[in-house]
T-cell receptor, first 111, second 113 residues
Framework: LAKTTQPISMDSYEGQEVNITCSHN???????ITWYQQFPSQGPRFIIQ???TKVTNEVASLFIPADRKSSTLSLPRVSLSDTAVYYC????????????FGIGTKLQVIP | DTGVSQNPRHKITKRGQNVTFRCDPI?????LYWYRQTLGQGPEFLTY????????KSRLLSDRFSAERPKGSFSTLEIQRTEQGDSAMYLC???????????FGNGTRLTVT
């Protein structure tokens, strides 16, 4: 299973764009990259998933370079409600068996 | 889509007692997962079901832990002879096939006194 590395914490002011980068140097050909958001006392919530290049949905964008050894989650114009822990996961496209989350990145949005 | 439901939300028990948690996945999802999360850590994988078959078990899942998913629908996680180290948030997730993302419930917080 590909190991991921991401910053432990980040601070940002409201209204700014936030980019969180995750390293996954030993990603395999069939692995997908998925990001989750977790608020205190809640389960993680799916944000976005991608395989290569760029993926965008209504809440975030995911940038994946050609070598796929890293990925960047981009949150446009964050608000206080985006304060949460963000997890980067790499998992085999055939399923999520034994997927383990790292510590994640604790994002603190400052007014 | 009513989401993944877990009950109870909180459980306080005395050391040595048995506890059972229930998870109701999204109805069309055939994959179900149990995770455990302690403060400041990410969720740790415990076990995985595809339909009613338990296909993966973590070494974290000692013989005091047992999980079932009869008929491939809801699942239960039982902890026998609870210990203080079992205190954690127990999360259930479900997913469809292929690279479908996990959908988590809001967990059962267990406190062992």
């Amino acid at each position: 299973l590909a190991k991921t590395t991401q910053p432990i914490s980040m601070d940002s002011y409201e209204g700014q764009e936030v980019n969180i980068t995750c390293s996954h140097n030993n990603i395999a050909t069939n692995d997908y990259i998925t990001w989750y958001q977790q608020f205190p006392s809640q389960g993680p919530r799916f944000i976005i998933q991608g395989y290569k290049t760029k993926v965008t949905n209504e809440v975030a964008s995911l940038f994946i370079p050609a070598d796929r050894k890293s990925s960047t989650l981009s949150l446009p114009r964050v608000s206080l409600s985006d304060t949460a822990v963000y997890y980067c996961l790499v998992a085999f496209s055939g399923g999520y068996q034994k997927v383990t989350f790292g510590i994640g990145t604790k994002l603190q949005v400052i007014p | 889509d009513t989401g993944v439901s877990q009950n109870p939300r909180h459980k306080i028990t005395k050391r040595g007692q048995n506890v059972t948690f229930r998870c109701d996945p999204i109805s069309e999802h055939n994959r179900l997962y149990w995770y455990r999360q302690t403060l400041g850590q990410g969720p740790e994988f415990l076990t995985y079901f595809q339909n009613e078959a338990q296909l993966e078990k973590s070494r974290l899942l000692s013989d005091r832990f047992s999980a079932e998913r009869p008929k491939g629908s809801f699942s239960t996680l039982e902890i026998q002879r609870t210990e203080q180290g079992d205190s954690a948030m127990y999360l259930c997730a479900s997913s469809g096939t292929g690279n479908s993302p996990l959908h988590f419930g809001n967990g059962t917080r267990l406190t062992v006194t």
